[in-house]
Nanobody, 124 residues
Framework: QVQLVESGGGLVQAGGSLRLSCAAS????????MGWFRQAPGKEREFVAA????????GFADSVKGRFTISRDNAKKTVYLQMNRLKPEDTAVYYC?????????????????WGQGTQVTVSS
């Protein structure tokens, strides 16, 4: 079992940066692929980024490629989402998620563990 707690959200101007963190508890973190999803008001939850168990493989949604990076520190049981050149359309609640696989997953149904979410608001 893995429990996830996100932090680092907030209000930022367009073009700015934020770094989200997701702290995990549980003994199996290092064997869990991790991902970030987001959900804007009135929209479905969508994939943002994912990282495999070792951090050696990653995946990104086309809308964030080149602007966002994902990383993890298995010793600290933490996964990060660095968001640069933020746009108003990045405004959403961002969720950290864990999947009982070793490789990055893009599909929401592959994820077994979810955090409570953190709000990111980008003003124009």
């Amino acid at each position: 079992q893995v429990q996830l707690v996100e932090s680092g959200g907030g209000l930022v101007q367009a073009g700015g940066s934020l770094r989200l963190s997701c702290a995990a508890s549980g003994r199996t973190f290092s064997s869990v692929a991790m991902g970030w999803f987001r959900q804007a008001p009135g929209k479905e939850r969508e994939f943002v980024a994912a990282i495999g168990w070792s951090g050696g493989s990653t995946g990104f949604a086309d809308s964030v490629k080149g602007r966002f990076t994902i990383s993890r520190d298995n010793a600290k049981k933490t996964v990060y989402l660095q968001m640069n050149r933020l746009k108003p359309e990045d405004t959403a609640v961002y969720y950290c998620a864990g999947a009982r696989t070793l490789v990055p997953e893009t599909a929401l149904h592959e994820y077994d563990y979810w955090g409570q979410g953190t709000q990111v608001t980008v003003s124009s």
